[in-house]
Nanobody, 128 residues
Framework: QVPLVESGGGLVQAGGSLRLSCAAS????????MGWFRQAPGKEREIVAA????????YYVGSMKGRFTISRDNAKNTVYLQMNSLKPEDTAVYYC?????????????????????WGQGTQVTVSS
């Protein structure tokens, strides 16, 4: 089990920034790849970004690359999502997830099926 707790969500104006955190209560955190997903009302859950166990490799959805940055601190069992230049369409519940990808490939890291453990989510609301 890898319990995950997200924090850092909130209400922000368009153009603003937020940093989400996801804390894991597991000594094996550093062996897991981590992903950030989001789900807006009435929409499917979608991947935002992912990072491998070491932090050396990161993956992004094209539309978010350059605005969002995923990082991790294995000493603190925490993964982060820095979100800049936020837009109203970024409004969603953001979830972190942990998993062990079977291959070092973009398609694998960016698939929800790769991730076995999920947090409860944190709400991000961007006002126009």
């Amino acid at each position: 089990q890898v319990p995950l707790v997200e924090s850092g969500g909130g209400l922000v104006q368009a153009g603003g920034s937020l940093r989400l955190s996801c804390a894991a209560s597991a000594r094996t955190f550093s062996s897991y790849a981590m992903g950030w997903f989001r789900q807006a009302p009435g929409k499917e859950r979608e991947i935002v970004a992912a990072i491998d166990w070491s932090g050396d490799n990161t993956y992004y959805v094209g539309s978010m690359k350059g605005r969002f940055t995923i990082s991790r601190d294995n000493a603190k069992n925490t993964v982060y999502l820095q979100m800049n230049s936020l837009k109203p369409e970024d409004t969603a519940v953001y979830y972190c997830a942990a998993g062990k990808p079977g291959a070092q490939r973009y398609q694998v890291f960016m698939s929800a099926a790769t991730y076995d453990y999920w947090g409860q989510g944190t709400q991000v609301t961007v006002s126009s």
